[in-house]
């Protein structure tokens, strides 16, 4: 049966039925479209009838399955500067690029909750895109399928839990909403200092996860082959903490992470270079186009 026609479909969320919005100071929220403010289905009761046999049966209308959707994504935590991250919007601009979209919505497609799913970690410098595959990923999840997700930086989450030492809260009162979720997206991986508390924390939150079987999402800017950081001008050889980060950012996942955790990244993830050899952001802001590759 052929599909609606082009000019019966909202111009507005392209007949999804949502709009997801870019709320300053705040997470990404999702909304229904003004097309569905009032479900032309059930007219807001919440259920139709559906005819079986010689009689109606009451059945829960789409829209409250889409209420349900719209909620979840909201509780993922998605940044502001990425709300509009999807499959579709993703440049892929090179065969590496395509290649790493295919993995994560190959994932996101796939992904049951009934049976153990190996993640993916996404590697490369700066403004390559990783951020917005793994956004992307769990947007599709709780968008399209109903699948809960969380999205968290790890040196926001380190905060966060040091925070809390402040306020009588243990790190399991932090990391325990994180433990039972269905698809954890880590963003932002050795980017902290490398301590071992930091460590720590780390391997936990990973080796619980790991445990239940369930799957964990990692973006980085640490590479697994060892490369040369170039010194910038007037920067890297001016200050203690510049030529800090110019040794960190030389060195290998494996040897920002340790080789107990790059041993458990491994087992839970399959590893995916995303690297154009440049800043894409950079490269956008000097053309005047737009594509949101953090």
């Known amino acids: 049966m052929p599909g609606p026609s082009e000019s019966t479909v909202c111009p507005s969320c392209r007949g999804a039925g949502y709009l997801v919005e870019q709320v300053l100071g705040s997470a990404a929220r999702a909304r229904r479209c003004s097309c569905q403010s009032e479900c032309p289905r059930c007219h807001e009761t919440g259920f139709v009838l559906i005819a079986a046999g010689a009689s109606n049966v009451a059945q829960t209308c789409s829209c409250r399955h889409l209420d349900e959707r719209i909620a979840l994504f909201n509780q993922v935590g998605i940044p502001a500067a990425v709300a509009n991250a999807s499959f579709e919007s993703f440049g892929a601009w090179s065969p590496q690029a395509m290649q790493a979209k295919t993995v994560a919505e190959d994932f996101a497609r796939k992904f049951r909750r ?7 970690l996404l590697y490369g410098r700066p403004g390559a895109g990783k951020t917005h595959l793994i956004v992307a990923t769990l947007r599709y999840l709780a968008l399209e399928k109903g699948m809960g997700g969380r999205y ?5 989450l380190l905060s966060d839990i040091k ?3 402040d306020g009588g809260r243990s790190h399991m009162d932090i990391l325990r909403p994180l433990l039972s979720v269905p698809v954890l997206a880590i963003d932002e991986l ?10 720590s924390m780390l391997d936990e939150l990973i080796s619980r996860r790991f445990n239940s079987g369930l799957a964990t ?3 980085t800017n640490y590479f697994l082959e060892p ?3 170039p010194e910038q001008p007037g920067g890297y050889r ?10 960190a950012e030389s060195m290998t996942l494996s040897q920002r992470m340790g080789d107990r955790i790059f041993s458990r990244l491994n087992e839970m993830c399959t590893f995916v270079k995303l690297d154009p050899g440049m800043d894409l952001r950079k490269d956008r802001a000097g053309s005047g186009s737009f594509w949101n590759g953090r």
Do not use: C, H, I, Y
Request: charged letters at 35%; aromatic letters at 14%.
């Open 114 to 120: 009934d049976q153990p799913t190996k993640g993916f």
């Open 152 to 156: 968290v930086e790890f040196m926001l």
């Open 163 to 165: 925070a809390g030492f």
């Open 190 to 199: 050795g980017k902290e200092r490398g301590t071992e508390w930091e460590r």
């Open 217 to 219: 999402l990692f973006a």
């Open 227 to 229: 490369r040369v950081v």
């Open 238 to 247: 001016n200050t203690k903490s510049a030529d800090f980060q110019r040794e």
